[in-house]
């Protein structure tokens, strides 16, 4: 069978049905022997119209691999469902003898041919025709290496097969993007593509598309460093090089600047290694300020992921050493931390209030809108919900004020939160969209995982199929953080949906 054929028999999934099978192509295109398979029609019988014959013959000899034979059949269809008035046929040829056009090379030739097909369905107001003229160009574009373009055509098909609740149409486009971000080296913006196809096909249950979006998946993550693998090497080398000029407490501050960069980016194990390494070189230096911050950082990654002993250990070491030396900074933000897990040395509120003092005096404003939104949360518990709104707010405006974008979000997650329990689903939404985006583009993980959580549960009632993937979405990444518990929360919410 000629490589041509191969690539087109994808295509005929997309021609018969109008609304395309599984693509595959190693990250994704369509198993080409499945889809003859599944579309091979039985003989035309006299009562058919002209054109459908010919179309019929068009695919029998491209799926032979008779390609000029099929080009010229189609042509002679196409012009029987022009003379029939038959608009969709019309369109439906185009898109294929398009699609024909790709598998032989013809690039240039199969953008007209599709730019023909969706015009042809957009004057046939036949909205699921477009999105199929669209994934076409998306699959050409991606076979011609056009990446860029592939992945913004690809977009706009999974928007278009969104709005027609066509999932399945949304998860080959999706894993058609997550293939052009990948060749294009956004690896976190190709694993997530990827990772809703997943849930798509999870939440519909389509088994033969699972397989393959978790294969793409696994490709992604097994063989490609995410966008911060450059910013590590960066900060390798500068590691190494004041290792090697004896400098102990400045390799401290690097190990302490690669803990972050790893915490911020969803790898808990390797930032617990370097926050390890920049405790251990800070107290080999007594430096008793530089040990208590990379406590601090330390214990602020294991209360994220809920590891509540091992952050409180941590806590516990640089309390003792704030005792010693004194820094209000960390002290208030050691309170808020502590009053957040709900310890058990004093009232919560008093202790927030503390931090509230401490903050204000320094004029500590991250610091502050951190304690208004524990406050606001403790408030919330409690039924004043007008106070926690009030709280939210100010620490949202002063967090934007500070250029703490992942600080921004989280005051946005609160009140998504908060906004859900009020039944205000439409502010709900809007918090809680802006948080993901946010931590999206921060390449915050941890953030990203409870806003796609907290968008499952406020859709649940109103849009089931959605939910679900945003909640599946969450359960993995959860996963990747170890997070077992709250994975388990969320497809176990993810499953409950009906």
Not at 115 to 123: G, I, N, S
Not at 222 to 238: I, M, S, T
Not at 287 to 297: E, F, H, N, P, R
Not at 387 to 396: E, P, S, V
Request: hydrophobic share 45%; with cysteine.
């Amino acid at each position: 069978m000629k490589r041509s054929t191969i690539a087109f028999c994808g295509a005929l999934a997309l021609v018969a049905c109008g609304e395309g099978q599984q693509a595959s192509d190693e990250a994704q295109q369509t198993a080409p022997e499945t889809a003859v398979t599944k579309n091979v029609a039985p003989k035309a019988v006299a009562t058919e119209p002209r054109g459908l014959q010919l179309l019929r013959e068009a695919e029998r000899a491209a799926n032979v691999g008779r390609d000029l034979e099929a080009r010229e059949t189609f042509e002679r269809a196409l012009a029987a469902f022009r003379s029939a008035g038959d608009r969709t046929g019309e369109g439906r040829t185009l898109l294929a003898m398009g699609s024909l056009d790709r598998a032989m090379g013809q690039g240039e030739r199969g953008r007209q041919v599709l730019a023909q097909a969706d015009a042809v369905f957009a004057a046939a107001g036949d909205e699921r025709g477009r999105a199929d003229a669209t994934f076409a160009l998306g699959e050409l574009e991606r076979a011609q290496f056009n990446n860029e373009r592939a992945r913004t055509i690809f977009d706009t098909a999974a928007e278009q097969y969104r709005a027609l609740a066509d999932w399945s149409g949304e998860a080959r486009s999706l894993l058609g993007r997550a293939d052009a971000e990948r060749r294009l080296g956004h690896i976190l913006s190709s694993r997530r593509a990827a990772a809703r196809a997943v849930a798509i096909y999870a939440a519909t249950g389509d088994a033969a598309g699972l397989t393959l979006a978790r294969r793409t998946l696994g490709e992604v993550v097994g063989n490609y460093p995410d966008d911060f693998e450059a910013k590590r090497g960066e900060v390798r080398d500068q590691i190494l090089a004041q290792e090697q000029a004896g400098e102990p407490l400045a390799v401290a501050q690097r190990q302490l600047d690669l803990a972050e960069l790893e915490r911020h980016t969803g790898q808990p194990e390797q930032a617990r290694e370097r926050y390890g390494m920049s405790i251990g070189l800070y107290r080999e230096g007594r430096d008793v300020l530089g040990t208590i911050y990379a406590l601090l950082s330390l214990a602020d990654l294991e209360r994220g992921i809920e590891r509540f002993d091992e952050a409180r250990k941590a806590y516990t070491e640089a309390q003792a050493l704030l005792r010693e030396i004194g820094d209000d900074e960390a002290e208030a933000h050691l309170l808020v931390a502590l009053a957040e897990m709900d310890a058990t040395m004093g009232d919560q509120r008093a202790l927030l209030e503390r931090s509230q003092e401490i903050n204000q005096r320094t004029r500590n404003r991250v610091g502050e809108a951190e304690g208004l939104i524990a406050l606001g949360q403790i408030a919330q518990r409690g039924g004043n919900t007008e106070l926690a709104a009030r709280n939210f707010a100010t620490a949202y405006q002063m967090l934007l004020t500070s250029d703490d974008e992942i600080g921004a979000a989280k005051a946005l997650l609160a009140t998504g939160a908060l906004e859900r329990q009020l039944g205000n689903v439409d502010a709900s939404l809007d918090a809680l969209v802006r948080a993901r985006v946010a931590f999206e583009v921060t390449g915050y993980r941890l953030g990203e995982a409870w806003a796609l959580r907290g968008i499952g549960e406020t859709l649940a009632a109103m849009q089931p199929t959605e939910a679900k993937v945003n909640l599946l979405m969450a359960a993995y990444w959860f996963e990747t953080l170890g997070m077992d518990q709250r994975r388990r929360e969320s497809a176990a919410a993810a499953e409950a949906i009906r």
